[in-house]
């Protein structure tokens, strides 16, 4: 389906929607949209959440990694030389 059809489609609708006497008024619909659009928004809050938990967590690792490698090289420099060197 392409934009052209659709949009004819949704006129049509709403022209129909417009003739029966039984549409809803416009303060009741823009209810049903903030209905809707909490959970969406929710739903994006926690996305976002999740992906700063995650670069986060990664930055954590790295660090942790580049200690443990300067942890470990320290050890074996301190040891050599200690060792005098051999």
């Given at each position: 389906?392409?934009?052209e059809f659709v949009g004819r489609i949704a006129d049509a609708v709403a022209a129909k929607?417009?003739?029966t006497p039984y549409s809803v008024d416009p303060e009741r619909h823009a209810m049903e949209h903030r209905f809707i659009d909490e959970p969406i928004e929710e739903r994006a809050a926690r996305r976002r959440l999740w992906v700063k938990v995650q670069e986060s967590t990664l930055g954590w690792l790295a660090i942790g990694v580049v200690a443990g490698v300067g942890a470990a090289s320290y050890k074996l420099i301190h040891d050599w030389v200690m060792r005098g060197g051999q």
């Open positions: 389906m392409n934009d929607l417009a003739e």
